[in-house]
């Protein structure tokens, strides 16, 4: 089985930011994006069990203390300040997690910043658009605070939800690696996709709600 590789010790990591960016608090119209809890445990063990996520994300089989350390680690990635930093946010919904979304920083420099996003969400709140809306919002948080020029985001080539998912949020596929598909947005780009999923039902101050974060 494959594990996946440590990160490269901070040394080795090259330039940092001014400072780090936090991990926000991000609301948006229906859900919560906030840091991890260690109290999240049980939901987690659910996220961790479920095969349609450990198998696309390529997790392991963890045990009970693993997953807890998992969730450990996941509630200290709450910074972005040099290459490989990894921010992690709950995805909550009227107060229960219901996935994640996540983003490391790959490049740092001003003119080139760039992001790797990532997102999971529970089966039985799937096909309702959350994952859509946490991952505009997280977008919206890497083009306007974090400064990034252009996100990525790196999809197995069988896992038709997720590249839905990302075509949705403005994403082009521009490579191919074996079976990793690299999918690449810019600010405009999500803007642009942000306006297309508009509801043309919802009200006007929905339509600035819904679409601030990747336009603000
Ligand atoms: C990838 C994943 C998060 C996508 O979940 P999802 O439910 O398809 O995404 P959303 O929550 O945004 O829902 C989108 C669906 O809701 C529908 N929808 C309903 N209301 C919507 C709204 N307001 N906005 C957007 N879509 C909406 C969309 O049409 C779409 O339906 P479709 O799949 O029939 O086209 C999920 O499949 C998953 O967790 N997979 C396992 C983990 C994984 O693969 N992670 C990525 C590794 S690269």
Redesign the pocket.
């Known amino acids: 089985m494959l594990l996946p590789l440590p990160r490269r010790p901070r040394f080795l990591r090259g330039a940092h930011l001014p400072s780090p960016v936090e991990a926000p608090l991000l609301r948006t119209q229906r859900l919560v994006l906030r840091p991890h809890e260690m109290s999240d445990l049980e939901t987690w063990t659910r996220i961790e069990s479920d095969p ?2 450990r198998g ?2 390529h997790w392991p089989v963890r045990t009970q203390g693993e997953m807890r350390s998992h969730l450990r680690e996941r509630t200290r990635s709450t910074a972005l300040w040099q290459a490989d930093d990894f921010l992690a946010l709950a995805v909550e919904l009227d107060g229960t997690v219901i ?1 994640d979304v996540s983003m490391h920083l790959r490049t740092v420099a001003s003119e080139t910043r760039s992001a790797e996003i ?4 529970l089966p039985e ?9 946490a991952a505009e919002e997280l977008l919206g948080f890497a083009f306007q605070t974090l400064g990034a020029r252009w996100v990525t ?4 080539d069988d ?1 038709e ?2 590249m ?2 990302a075509r ?1 949020l403005g994403f082009d596929r521009i490579a191919q690696t074996g079976r990793k598909v690299t999918f690449l947005t810019t600010e405009a780009r999500a803007a642009l996709a942000s306006y297309r ?1 508009l ?1 043309p039902r919802e009200s006007a101050d929905a339509h600035s709600q819904r679409g601030s974060s990747v336009r603000r």
């Open positions: 349609s996520i696309n994300l996935g990532g997102w999971l969400q709140y799937r096909g309702r658009g959350y994952a859509t809306e985001a790196i999809i197995d896992n939800s997720s839905a998912l949705r999923t509801d």
